[in-house]
């Protein structure tokens, strides 16, 4: 079956504009998980969804960065005036429920370069 | 201090070789996992376990929830395995993930 998409999949933009990057999880999949790997460091976490329930943003670096999951499937990563430190690869993740016994399945990324 | 180290940080080897790659944590978990992310950039879940030993083919994972480490093993070890595994635990209130910086395989034939 399709796995983890994410679009696009490079997106360069100038310093002070505003980004969204879009994750389809896979279909049936209620967790969602939003990763930033930065260049030469490793994987950071931002913030997760489980189904409905309000998104545990506890990872996010700053207020620039936002997130929402429409209907439960679909989620948006929108990073506003961003900057040059705001290059990385954005991963998406999901699984079936957001516990400890159910395996996360990655998306091939967006890689964001911030000029 | 890292809250979740791995070692080495760099790994070569010969096609056949016995591979080991560790990770120690200092926090509280509820699980650890093992990730290979190929030189591609794509990243694959090898193991989730919390407690004992995995084994899938010719990887195997263990856990030592006393001690805070970890260990993934690879037998006869393969030009295709190499890639960056990453160690990642996951926290009691299972909600963030922290991760090592990752362990780079290279396998020569």
């Known amino acids: 079956g399709a796995g983890v998409s994410q679009s696009p999949s490079n997106k360069v933009t100038e310093k002070g504009k505003d980004v969204e990057l879009r994750c389809d999880p896979i279909s049936g999949h209620t967790a969602l998980y939003w990763y930033r790997q930065s260049l030469g460091q490793g994987l950071e976490f931002l913030i997760y969804?489980?189904?409905?329930?309000?998104?545990?943003k506890s990872g996010l670096p700053s207020d620039r960065f936002s997130a929402e999951r429409t209907g439960g499937s679909v989620s948006t990563l929108t990073i506003q005036r961003t900057q040059q430190e705001d290059s990385a690869v954005y991963l998406c993740?999901?699984?079936?429920?957001?516990?400890?016994?159910?395996?996360?399945?990655f998306g091939p990324g967006t890689r964001l370069t911030v000029t | 201090k890292n809250e979740v180290e791995q070692s080495p940080q760099n790994l070569t080897a010969q096609e056949g070789e016995f591979i080991t790659i560790n990770c120690s944590y200092s926090?509280?978990?509820?699980?650890l996992h093992w990730l290979q992310q190929h030189p591609g950039g794509g990243i694959v879940s090898l193991f989730m376990l919390s407690s004992g030993k995995k084994k899938h083919g010719r990887l195997i994972a263990t856990i030592n929830i006393q001690e805070k480490h970890s260990s993934l093993h690879i037998t006869a070890s393969h030009p295709r395995d190499s890639a960056v595994y990453i160690c990642a635990v996951r926290g009691e209130n299972n909600n963030d993930m922290r991760f090592g910086a990752g362990t780079r395989l290279t396998v020569k034939p």
């Open positions: 969804f489980q189904g409905n329930s309000a998104p545990d």
């Open positions: 993740a999901s699984s079936l429920a957001h516990r400890v016994s159910y395996e996360q399945y």
């Open positions: 926090v509280g978990i509820s699980a």
